[in-house]
């Protein structure tokens, strides 16, 4: 695409790789974590001094995400953005609505507040290819994270951080092949949402049994139960149930349980109640993609951007997260970092 209409121009680089944005990105984490604090006020994460904070002027970023309320995966994220907020001197504005629409008029809210950059998720891309559009206009640099791997290019996004949901999918089928599953559901909470249905069709790609997805309601969660527990009845022969996020995880335990099936339950996510079922045996691995991460680097790179003019992936490839498998062979590796929220 012909990216030079961006109000931010940047030379093109090229001879990136995979590993060295990976070791681009946990160096700057490494630094970056070694001072900050979160913000008193949670639409203000940097709002307290912290022993190491920048000493650059102080700026105003927007997140703009597609979080239902009340979700643990995405306190995590929060978390990240903040103590990177409180290193760099940053006045972050936090919000989410999870329909799309409401998103974009969040991100409009954002450029309305003329803030110095904004991080935003693109669960449903299409919907935000305005607002992003006028953000860029009003020559405010954009940097995506957690959903959009295959869109942001197009959007003219600056960096990317985030799991190629494909990709751990694929991973995600090759696990189950090893454990000796022959027949899976994939529980998907939105409908719609690109990347939840691309982990679902990774899985489908080397998973060498039976797929298929039963999509629910993720904000009712007693529905999300019955949903469950109704197909394993209706199918004694499926052994594995594949959720999408940590709550969903927890859930299909309760539903197999219910149900009286031997179907065990794998999922991508984590939280720290879903690290202490993995450690019980009750779930037989997660996908880790570092949310913490996402939500730092985001912040991090738009405070890098503009004090110094640094693009990670070198403004062409993203800046991968995870995937990463937690098992009962680490999990007590991970454990700690979960107690604290983090993980």
């Known amino acids: 695409m012909n990216r030079t209409t961006a109000p931010h121009p940047r030379p093109r680089r090229t001879g990136w790789t995979v590993a060295t944005v990976a070791v681009a990105a946990t160096a700057l984490l490494a630094t970056g974590c070694s001072s900050g604090s979160g913000g008193k006020k949670a639409e203000e994460g940097g709002a307290n001094a912290a022993a190491g904070q920048a000493d650059t002027p102080r700026m105003t ?5 597609h979080a239902p309320s009340g979700d643990t995966f995405w306190d995590i994220i929060r978390k990240g953005a903040e103590a990177a907020a409180a ?28 803030v110095d950059g904004i991080a935003v998720t693109l669960a449903k891309p299409d919907a935000m290819k305005s607002a992003v559009a006028k953000a860029r206009a009003a020559g405010i640099p954009v940097v995506g994270f957690n959903s959009g791997m295959d869109e942001w290019k197009d959007q003219g996004l600056l960096e990317f951080f985030g799991q190629d949901e494909s990709v751990a999918g694929q991973a995600f089928g090759e696990k189950l092949n090893a454990t000796g599953a022959k027949k899976a559901v994939c529980v998907v909470q939105v409908q719609g949402h690109v990347g939840l249905e691309a982990r679902c069709a990774g899985v489908k790609k080397t998973f060498k049994g039976q797929v298929s997805n039963v999509y629910v309601n993720g904000n009712d969660m007693p529905s999300v139960k019955s949903t ?8 004694s022969s499926i ?13 299909a335990v309760q539903s197999v349980s219910d149900s009286g099936s031997k179907a065990k339950v794998a999922t991508f996510d984590l939280n720290k109640d879903l690290v202490g079922s993995v450690k019980k045996g009750d779930i037989e691995f997660a996908v880790d993609q570092q949310p913490y991460l996402q939500g730092y680097l985001a912040v991090d790179s738009l405070w890098l951007y503009r004090n110094n003019g640094n693009y990670m992936g070198g403004g062409e490839a993203p800046v991968l997260t995870g995937p990463a498998f937690v098992d009962k062979s680490n999990v007590d590796t991970v454990a700690g970092f979960a107690a604290k929220g983090t993980r």
Request: charged share 20%; no cysteine; aromatic share 4%.
């Open 228 to 235: 469950i527990t109704a197909k394993l009845k209706q199918d």
């Open 239 to 251: 052994d594995q149930v594949v959720t999408l996020g940590a709550p969903f995880a927890l859930t």
């Open 87 to 114: 290193k760099d001197d940053v006045k972050l504005i936090y919000s989410n609505d999870e329909s799309a629409g409401g998103q974009a008029n969040l991100v409009q809210n954002a450029i309305d507040q003329k």
């Open 61 to 65: 970023i927007a997140m703009v995400t």
